[in-house]
């Protein structure tokens, strides 16, 4: 579990490229080596995993590298297109005794690494104690507390019924337990080193160059699939795709244009696996910003936007379409919205609205297929005489732009284009458009006391027909306010070795020590 | 002054011996193609193009090569080669404002420095080492993340990052000619130093500077489509060569003629402003003449 840095010289540099070159010109070489062989898996990490504490993390390979070395009570598992949940090893009793008290008795055996004793309810509790109170906090929400009721044995209490809390809370990254003794004794919080471990793998990381999960000998649960598990840092997915088809790591992500060409032909000994399209892309307006409070401006914006030619030009038609928040296979997903492709209409808006030369900001991480989203947006809205200038930014300061607390940037915030990805659960998604969530996650702007009602009913409600009705009409209020543009619903696809069965979270995260060699 | 009448042939013969000197080498005579096929293309890119260079054909993306469209399509369906030619008047428009700007600071600049006194000499010589020692990319970086993207930003750039080289270039040959016989006259004259400076020397100095900035624009034209490459250039969805190949990068196993499409015109100016750089060089200091 330590940070290792390597240094590389002139001489090492030198000698690395001639041995690697010296393989590359043996016949059937590195190239054509299966990268699992020996029960090694090559993966692909996007980039260092910078923070490893559940309530402070940023999220992605983060929550992959938890899953590997920490207890959890529940995990996600497929049931065709859908995903339901299941305990995990490290229980042996997860189930509701009622609406809000869900019982729990961890399996025996379970030992923290660095002889910090055994995993305890104790632990359970102190966890998801400090979660309400970290970053991640919202996921806790509905939790009162975690009464231990024996060494192994405890109580989640509820403060209310809500159905999605195994789901949305315990099998996302936010449910991990950590070791009260350990994380204590590091000061409460921790980043880039686990300060003890309890599951299939050990941790290292060399930043830069790989995450290195080796099998702990103290696991008692499980076996993994595979003895050693290289993450190399591959941040392009174009580079992680080449080094897939180099046979240099076992399974990769996929971008729109290159699943659209394995779609067509998969190259030799390669399947696709889709994790999830629990993600959702808009385009979104400030309903306070000076230029866009007039509604009709907004609903001209929203008439003006050809989606269509978004998913063919930026997507490559591999991705569905969006119609709300809510992604394909949850309750509550929409299959229309009230508004539609229409120039004509959009310009008779514009011009009841009597707005004219207006000129917008469009701000956009500068990833590729957000650029040519925000071209394409950027040509339509042109056709109506809204000049729209497009800003491709970084993320550190994308991710903060709408903030209050960041700056003053959220008062000159115009148009952006956003994507969420959210949990098997409506509530995940709706949650950070409610009126306390202005200034922090809803940089539209707008406040409706109906939508607040709503997402308190859905929260308690577990009739399936009336949250259903509840997030059609929270998504129906959002459209409303003029200031969304649906556009897709990106899957995480994955191409991989045809004889390894990979397992992936609705979300994408991957989940290492569930592959299985088949 | 006039020149004598035989002077004036002296100088007649020695400009016909350069110019023939120039015409001889293979190298200027491709670089001078090169260069006036590549100002030209980007001049004329408006008429040339066979389409707009923003105008989107979504179904026929990332099409190859064809008659239709000789250097493919991109992801939104665009021509590439207009995109190219287009691209060109941005390479152009930088170079041309970025090298000349940089040049007549750098010329005011060094001339001060070599003519002024010496704790000033010592300051610009200072600052001129400061930027010169910082790398572009990085001072492009942290620019962008204080202002944002933009032509404007690049062009700061280039300007900022090439200025102390012009200064050092003018500031040594100020100083050669500083205690020269014919300055000397001047001053003794009662000539002022602006005088001195624009009339006397600046005709001596400008030479080495000229030459300097052609071979300083494929610099510029690199810098420009490096930064637009890494994203932190030109704004979508005006064209450069720096995003059509990342664009082509990004897509080398869909659409790989997008790379070639952008690569080329950057090779090809790179190598037309290097050659005719290093001949006019040849052709006009008057140390490479003598090794001759």
């Known amino acids: ?518 | 002054m006039p020149l004598s009448p035989v002077a004036d042939a002296g100088a007649r013969r020695d400009r016909r011996d350069r110019l023939r000197r120039f015409l001889s080498d293979w190298q200027a005579v491709v670089g001078l193609a090169l260069v006036i096929l590549f100002v030209a293309s980007a001049v004329f890119a408006p008429w040339i193009a066979p389409y707009d260079p923003n105008a989107m054909d979504i179904p026929a993306r990332m099409s190859g090569p064809s008659w239709a469209h000789l250097a493919g399509t991109d992801q939104l369906g665009r021509d590439t080669f207009s995109r190219i030619l287009h691209g060109g008047r941005v390479a152009l428009l930088i170079a041309a404002i970025g090298v000349s700007v940089s040049l007549v600071v750098g010329l005011i600049l060094g001339m001060i420095a070599g003519f002024g006194p010496r704790w000033l000499d010592s300051l610009l010589l200072l600052v001129f080492d400061g930027v010169r020692s910082f790398p572009s990319i990085i001072l492009a970086l942290a620019t962008v993340a204080l202002t944002g993207p933009s032509l404007t930003v690049v062009l700061a750039i280039v300007i900022i990052t090439s200025i102390p080289g012009y200064a050092r270039v003018a500031r040594t040959a100020t100083l050669a000619l500083r205690h020269a016989e014919f300055i000397l006259a001047e001053r003794s004259l009662g000539a002022g130093t602006t005088r001195i400076l624009l009339h006397h020397m600046m005709p001596n100095v400008i030479g080495p500077l000229l030459i300097l900035a052609a071979m300083d624009v494929p610099v510029v034209v690199s810098i420009e489509a490096g930064l637009s490459f890494l994203g932190i250039g030109v704004l979508p969805p005006r064209s450069s060569w720096g995003t059509i190949l990342n664009e082509g990068y990004l897509l080398i196993r869909d659409a790989p003629w997008m790379v070639v499409a952008g690569g080329i015109p950057l090779i090809l100016t790179t190598l037309g402003f290097t050659f005719l750089g290093e001949a006019l060089r040849d052709t006009f200091d008057p140390r490479m003449g003598r090794e001759r």
Not at chain 1, 289 to 297: N, P, S, T
């Open chain 1, 1 to 518: 579990m330590t940070v290792r840095r390597t240094i590389t010289t002139r001489r090492t540099f030198l000698a690395s490229g001639a041995a690697l070159g010296a393989i590359g010109l043996v016949p059937g070489g590195a190239g054509m080596v299966r990268a699992q062989e020996g029960r090694v898996l090559n993966l692909r990490l996007e980039g260092d995993n910078a923070i490893l504490d559940p309530g402070y993390m940023i999220g992605g390979t983060e929550v992959e590298a938890q899953k590997q070395c920490l207890p959890f009570l529940a995990e996600y598992v497929r049931d065709g297109d859908t995903f339901s949940w299941q305990p995990t090893p490290y229980v042996t009793r997860l189930e509701y005794a009622d609406d809000t008290h869900l019982e729990f008795e961890l399996a025996e055996g379970l030992v923290w690494s660095g002889g910090n004793g055994t995993v305890s309810a104790s632990d359970v509790a102190y966890s998801y104690a400090r979660m309400k109170d970290s970053e991640w906090s919202g996921y806790f929400d509905a939790l009162e507390t975690v009464e231990v009721t024996g060494e192994r044995t405890g109580v989640l209490v509820l403060n209310k019924p809500f159905a999605p809390f195994i789901m949305v809370t315990l099998c996302h990254g936010p449910g991990a337990i950590v070791c009260e003794k350990a994380t204590e004794a590091v000061g409460g919080r921790f980043t880039t080193e686990f300060p003890a471990i309890c599951g299939p793998y050990t941790y290292s990381q060399t930043p830069g160059q790989r995450a290195v999960f080796e099998r702990n000998p103290e696991w008692t649960g499980p076996a993994p699939g595979f003895d050693r598990v290289v993450a190399h840092v591959i941040t392009e997915v174009q580079a992680a795709e080449l080094a897939y088809e180099a046979g240099e790591i076992d399974c990769t992500e996929l971008g729109p244009d290159s699943l659209a060409r394995y779609t067509e032909t998969l190259p030799p000994n390669t399947a696709i696996t889709t994790a999830g399209e629990l993600q959702y892309l808009w385009m979104g307006m400030n309903t306070q910003h000076e230029k866009l409070q007039d509604i009709r401006v907004r609903r001209a914006i929203q008439h003006a936007v050809d989606v269509d030619s978004i998913l063919a030009g930026a997507f490559a038609g591999t991705s569905p379409k969006s119609y709300g928040i809510v992604a394909p296979g949850l309750l509550g997903k929409r299959n229309e919205t009230s508004y539609s492709y229409d120039p004509a209409y959009a310009r008779q808006l514009m011009d009841e609205a009597g707005v004219t030369g207006l000129e917008l900001t469009l701000r956009t991480l500068n990833w590729q297929e957000r650029l040519l989203t925000a071209q394409i947006i950027q040509a339509n809205l042109a056709a109506i005489g809204i000049t729209v200038n497009i800003l491709p930014m970084e993320s550190g300061p994308f991710w903060e732009m709408g903030m209050e607390e960041a700056g003053d940037t959220w008062q000159d915030l115009q148009l952006w284009l956003m994507r969420f990805a959210t949990v098997p659960d409506p509530y995940e998604a709706t949650q950070w458009f409610v009126s306390e969530q202005v200034g922090i996650w809803n940089w539209e702007r707008w406040t409706d006391e109906e939508y607040d009602r709503l997402y308190e009913e859905g929260l308690s409600e577990n009739d399936p027909a009336k949250r259903e009705e509840i997030y059609l009409r929270m998504q129906q209020i959002m459209e409303d306010t003029g200031a969304y543009v649906w556009i897709s619903h990106d899957p995480e696809v994955y191409a991989h070795r045809a004889d390894i069965e990979i397992n992936a979270a609705p979300s994408g995260e991957l989940d290492y020590h569930r592959f299985e060699p088949v």
